[in-house]
């Protein structure tokens, strides 16, 4: 059996964008081209990869199983491309990471900028992916490289196909207007601990209804012995804190996400939250040299952070 790397290549999309369609445009190609081409993967491999729902199709168990292959094996066809341009003594191709939007934007801008310096030829191509959509995204080789985070109720479960290299720990904090002392404590700005039963009687603004942070918002605010009173629900960080800014509602964030444009006060909670942020791989893909320099170069800024 001989196994033609762009015929794994359109598997591989299949699994990840769901349509013949779909990958037939990505590669520009037309549906029925794309539907040949996996059709004689199916008679190269002697499997019944697709199943045939309507018009449209899913992978089986096998195809599930060859897209995993398939994934290795042109990321390892990548490494050998890279590895030849390597040649020239500076690393150099392409390197797609996918973060959350407050780590695109506290670290992997930053990132950017290092490596366009002191690295020109690696070509880093930036995503924003929230966390909860960023291990399948990895999984299915969308990306190289994700930023992403284990928030306060605790890690996932270990994946085998993910490698993980930690990068930094995040605090969770109030978040309040600057002209609003806490409450019979310090004043404006402090970084006092704070205590969140002293602001039951507050406003709230949380993100949308179902996402980690708002859940985090009543959890704790339940667990301290009130139900918050939200005023306001926002899909942005930005929007929040322009709402806390205002004057109109106090929040809990993850520091990261703390812009620093807006005048806000930040305050550490007396019983603190943290949740983990890392870079992920996969765990059986060959890095490329560029890869490498990236997660160096990622832990390096973390390191800085984390000790500013």
């Not at 599930?64 to 390597?86: F, N, Y």
């Not at 964030?253 to 983990?276: F, G, K, M, N, S």
Request: proline share 7%; charged share 20%; net charge neutral.
């Amino acid at each position: 059996m001989r196994l033609n790397t762009s015929r794994l290549e359109m598997l591989s999309m299949l699994d990840s964008l769901g349509t013949v369609r779909a990958v037939a445009a990505a590669l520009h190609l037309s549906p029925s081209a794309v539907s040949a081409q996996l059709a004689v993967l199916e008679a190269e491999t002697h499997a019944d990869l697709l199943h045939r729902v309507g018009r449209r199709v899913q992978l089986t168990a096998a195809g599930r199983t060859l897209a995993r292959h398939a994934r290795v094996i042109l990321d390892q066809v990548k490494a050998a491309e890279a590895d030849l341009r390597d040649l020239s003594g500076q690393p150099a191709g392409p390197v797609r990471l996918a973060a959350f939007s407050s780590a695109v934007r506290t670290l992997v801008i930053p990132l950017a900028a290092r490596l366009r310096q002191a690295h020109p030829r690696i070509e880093l191509e930036i995503s924003e992916l929230d966390p909860q959509a960023s291990h399948p995204a990895l999984r299915r080789g969308d990306c190289d490289i994700i930023v992403t985070a284990d928030f306060a109720d605790g890690p996932a479960p270990p994946d085998p196909d993910v490698q993980t290299i930690p990068l930094l720990a995040d605090a969770i904090v109030l978040v309040t207007p600057q002209s609003v002392p806490e409450p019979g404590r310090a004043e404006p700005g402090t970084r006092e601990p704070v205590d969140l039963a002293d602001f039951a009687t507050a406003a709230w603004s949380v993100d949308l209804p179902g996402t980690y942070l708002s859940r985090l918002v009543t959890s704790s605010c339940r667990q301290a012995g009130f139900e918050p009173v939200v005023a306001g629900r926002f899909g942005s960080y930005e929007l929040l804190l322009a709402h806390v800014e205002a004057g109109l509602s106090v929040s809990l964030l993850p520091e990261l996400a703390v812009d620093r444009r807006y005048r806000v006060a930040v305050r550490p909670l007396r019983e603190p939250l943290t949740r983990q942020v890392y870079a992920a791989v996969r765990s059986r893909a060959a890095l490329t040299a560029a890869s490498r320099i990236v997660l160096d170069e990622l832990r390096a800024l973390s390191a800085a952070r984390a000790h500013c």
